[in-house]
């Protein structure tokens, strides 16, 4: 077993420090309309995926991993504030912020790689925006992780994430759960294909449902997640 493997499995794990167990991206919002099934919640991962995720953070994620193995920091900055610029919500764009610091401020603890140090320092420094899939990015390079595999980490977290809100906010079970998340296996792995090795100026997203979504989650009064 690879130590590789083993890094992939600690960024993975909700145990990992970087808080994006605390996002629901819009769920939470969609939950106090209407209780939806679980045909319908994997619908909404799928264009997630498709729309928003995939071609916008994977992308950048793809771009930053590859300026990270190069030892080029300016590349990732380009990457981390062009995914900033094209995240609408507000909401949004400062929790993938927060998680992405977290991540690389964690990281740097145990990591001597020298970019993953002076990318912490630009997120410390706020030269940078810190987006989470840029943090991922700059991290597993550090730690040896193939960027594909960190493409698909990343894809298989974010629906992870929105499997637990829903399990949270009493929309499904656990067992449907899994269920739902061995069925977008097919979904991830051909959006990772199409994405992680895409050039930065082909980075895109366009869900303005799913955008109207997450700004009415902003104006909730109470709420059990931060997006």
């Known amino acids: 077993m690879s130590t590789e ?11 990992f420090p970087a808080g994006t ?3 629901s991206n819009g769920l939470e919002a ?9 045909k319908e919640l994997q619908e909404l991962i799928s264009t997630h995926l498709g729309r928003q995720v995939g071609p916008a953070d994977c992308c950048a994620l793809g771009n930053a991993y590859e300026c990270a193995k190069k030892s080029n920091l300016g590349g990732i900055l380009r990457a981390d504030w062009a995914l900033y610029a094209v995240k609408l919500v507000e909401e949004v764009r400062n929790a993938s912020s927060r998680s992405g610091a977290n991540l ?19 997120v410390s420094e706020k030269r940078t925006s810190g987006m989470y899939p840029a943090a991922l ?11 594909r595999e960190a493409g698909t980490m990343f894809l298989y977290s974010f629906c992870v994430g929105m499997a637990g809100a829903a399990l949270r906010l009493g929309a499904i079970d656990h067992v449907a759960a899994q269920k739902m998340l061995h069925a977008l296996r097919p979904t991830i792995a051909k959006i ?14 366009f ?16 709420k059990m997640f931060i997006t």
């Not at 969609?30 to 679980?38: F, P, S, T, Y």
């Not at 990015?137 to 960027?147: E, N, Y």
């Not at 990772?192 to 997203?205: H, I, M, S, T």
């Open 5 to 15: 493997f083993l890094s992939m499995l600690q960024l993975a794990d909700s145990f």
């Open 192 to 205: 990772v294909e199409e994405n992680v090795n895409k050039p930065l100026d082909r980075l895109w997203q």
């Open 104 to 122: 690389v401020r964690c990281v740097a603890t145990f990591s001597d790689d020298k970019i993953l140090s002076d990318y912490n320092n630009a």
């Open 137 to 147: 990015a700059v991290a597993c390079a550090a730690l040896r992780i193939p960027k």
């Open 207 to 222: 869900a303005p449902g799913i955008d109207v979504v997450q700004m009415e989650h902003e104006r909730l009064d109470s």
């Open 30 to 38: 969609l939950a106090k309309r209407k209780k939806a099934d679980v």
């Open 21 to 23: 167990y605390t996002m």
